[in-house]
């Protein structure tokens, strides 16, 4: 079976060269280059697979767009920058319905421009399998924010609720339901939201920050690494989406914490800054949710459960993985 992140780090040494224009390559949430005039250009791409991401029988044409856009936009916004151009390529097995592929360039189209993108161009082939590749342009002034860059002492924020896409998930398949609380669930899934205007305020106040999209803890994981920290999460704080499974608590942790496709991000704030964090929160109407903290204590790459108790575990980096 392949291990995904150790074949990514073969491929980062194999594709490896130097360029001073690089100022982030591999590694990160994505890469950014250096413009001139303090300017950045930032690229991300992502891809999704009917059968695995999404099913096209069961989910709309213009949701599973605007799935494919949320996923590179926030990539995007865990940098702190701002999506500009896209690209959108196709691979369509015969049968594929031009109807299907019309409704979802409209609304692909239309989620990029929600997010201040411009579609720009992408491609068509054939092959077995429905795959939707997209590529992201977006840039920024400032230097982006990093995986890298917590310490200990800074404090850990989430833009929103986690764990509700991977409940609304079984709510798709299951059909249409009755209760608010499924309806609910399936559009946090269906539609997520884009977290730009939380990005521009964490942009200038936070030290690291990540998008979540594989699982809170594998997610959190990956930043711990790359800042030589652990991090503390407070299990009882964990923002969670109306309709979210609560009755069963071991079930509903286990989607909080490893269901991906959140597309929340995750940062973390030097103490110093929280008093412009919450007044650049308020201005902008942003929703912050205080989780955790990073601390010393652990080893580097710890993440860590806290229980309201204050007892501490380790946490299992529970999440999605393309071979597992």
Do not use: C, K
Not at 96 to 101: L, Y
Not at 117 to 142: K, Y
Not at 246 to 259: K, N, S, V
């Amino acid at each position: 079976m392949i291990d995904e992140f150790e074949l990514l780090e073969r491929i980062r040494r194999a594709v490896a060269r130097p360029d001073a224009a690089v100022e982030i390559g591999i590694g990160d949430d994505a890469a950014a280059i250096h413009l001139g005039g303090g300017r950045r250009l930032l690229l991300t791409t992502d891809a999704l697979v009917a059968g695995v991401h999404f099913d096209p029988a069961a989910e709309p044409p213009a949701d599973v767009a605007r799935r494919a856009i949320v996923a590179n936009v926030s990539d995007i916004a865990a940098m702190g920058g701002r999506p500009r151009w896209v690209l959108l390529s196709l691979v369509l097995p015969p049968e594929t319905d031009a109807g299907w592929v019309e409704t979802l360039h409209r609304g692909f189209a239309e989620a990029a421009t929600e997010a201040g993108a411009v579609v720009v161009g992408g491609n068509l082939a054939r092959g077995r399998d429905l795959v939707l590749s997209v590529t992201l342009a977006g840039e920024m002034q400032a230097s982006p924010l990093r995986r890298a860059g917590a310490r200990s002492g800074d404090v850990l924020f989430l833009t929103g609720p986690v764990g509700a896409s991977a409940a609304g998930r079984t709510a798709v398949g299951a059909g249409p339901a009755a209760a608010h609380e499924g309806r609910n669930l399936r559009a946090r899934y269906l539609r997520p939201p884009f977290r730009l205007d939380a990005a521009a305020v964490l942009a200038r106040t936070a030290s690291a920050a990540i998008d979540i999209s594989d699982g809170l803890v594998q997610d959190l994981g990956h930043l711990a690494d790359a800042s030589g920290v652990a991090v503390a999460l407070h299990l009882a704080r964990l923002p969670l989406a109306f309709g979210h499974p609560r009755d069963a608590a071991d079930r509903g942790r286990a989607l909080a914490l490893g269901g991906g496709e959140d597309y929340e991000l995750a940062a973390t704030v030097p103490p110093a800054n929280l008093p412009l964090l919450s007044r650049l929160a308020a201005e902008a109407d942003v929703g912050l949710y205080r989780a955790g903290e990073v601390v010393s204590h652990h080893p580097a790459g710890t993440v860590l459960g806290v229980e309201a108790d204050g007892s501490e575990h380790p946490l299992p980096r529970a999440g999605f993985r393309h071979f597992g």
